[in-house]
């Protein structure tokens, strides 16, 4: 009996399971570990972003947890990459989730310029008032462009947290005419903070290296009566618990005045989202106004997260705004809103 047929189709067998040696056939076992390896880690991107996303209510439980609460957004975007990379599996998984995260980062950053102040002119109507709270950041020596984007928004009140750098002590002076007065707590240490006002100032107070973060505190006579304004900068993530013990303490200087009108401005270094955040407004009473991402803007002009904000007393309600202004040098975009002073306070 011929057996030769047997051989041929045995020798064909073996070259079709051999690797080939020109790179265009790939081997099973070395896909199917990349695979599995790509799934493990959709797996452990989906757990921890998952985890980043209850992090609100987690921080309840131990502070710590409230570092995640910054990059809420970026974190639900990831879980939905991972969920769909999980999904469809394969290199069109991976690029639907690229696109997912690639989108919500560009989708932040227009939220936030398409809500860019248009400019405005002066008023007349007392019961109004335009505030702007300026991060005026420790690097950034581009005066004159702050000062024209001021002047383009021409604010009765501006807050000046990292009024800092050498070059820009000359900005009240260059405002005079616009905001003819000014305070500052530059002659107390790590207490780099300014405010320039419409209204005069008769009164001011300030503290640093203390148990709350930096605050200048001025009494500001405005047409309609006096306003306690604050302006304030506290530390930022990591230092999670410091920054929760600073927020605390801020909150039981301002509740003092408790029934007065009040502004209080500045960077809180932290998100809408945030448990640190939404403890000041129950501590204090006052009202948040702002939600638009604000920072960064160096090195891409992608301001990602809400991290300047503006809070008043209930003699205020929120007439327009909130708006972010132009880029005029600093790593943040300055924050600005209108209010309308109440017939009488809501208690």
């Avoid at 690639?102 to 950053?109: K, R, S």
């Avoid at 960064?296 to 008043?312: N, S």
Wanted: with cysteine.
């Amino acid at each position: 009996m011929d057996r030769k047929p047997d051989m041929e189709e045995a020798v064909a067998t073996a070259e079709m399971d051999l690797p080939s040696m020109n790179g265009r056939a790939e081997p099973h076992g070395a896909r199917r570990q990349g695979m599995s390896g790509m799934r493990a880690m959709c797996w452990l991107i989906l757990a921890g972003s998952l985890f980043a996303v209850v992090s609100p209510w987690l921080a309840r439980l131990w502070i710590g947890f409230d570092l995640f609460t910054q990059l809420l957004p970026h974190m639900a975007a990831l879980a939905l990459a991972a969920s769909i990379c999980l999904l469809w599996g394969g290199r069109a998984g991976v690029l639907a989730g690229i696109v997912v995260v690639a989108g919500t980062v560009a989708g932040l950053a227009w939220l936030s310029l398409s809500h860019t102040s248009p400019g405005f002119q002066r008023r007349t109507d007392a019961n109004v008032l335009r505030v702007m709270s300026f991060n005026l950041w420790r690097e950034n020596d581009q005066v004159e462009a702050v000062e024209r984007e001021i002047r383009r928004n021409l604010p009765d009140i501006v807050a000046l947290p990292e009024f800092e750098k050498e070059e820009m002590y000359s900005l009240p002076a260059r405002l005079k005419d616009i905001l003819p007065y000014r305070a500052d707590c530059l002659h107390k240490e790590h207490c780099y903070l300014g405010l320039v006002s419409r209204w005069p100032i008769v009164r001011v107070k300030s503290a640093s290296l203390w148990e709350g973060p930096p605050y200048l505190h001025a009494w500001v006579k405005t047409p309609r009566g006096m306003v306690h304004v604050y302006v304030t900068h506290t530390l930022r993530a990591p230092w999670i618990r410091s920054h929760y013990r600073q927020v605390k303490a801020l909150a039981r200087i301002v509740h003092l005045r408790h029934g007065e009108p009040a502004i209080v401005m500045g960077d809180f270094n932290a998100a809408p989202f945030s448990y640190i955040l939404g403890l000041f407004p129950r501590k204090t009473g006052l009202v948040r106004h702002t939600w638009l991402p604000s920072w960064p803007v160096r090195p891409l002009k992608m301001p990602q997260i809400a991290i300047d904000h503006v809070f008043t007393s209930s003699h205020f309600a929120l007439r327009r705004g909130p708006w972010v202004g132009r880029d005029a040098g600093s790593d943040h975009l300055p924050v600005v809103l209108e209010l309308h002073w109440r017939a009488a306070p809501v208690r």
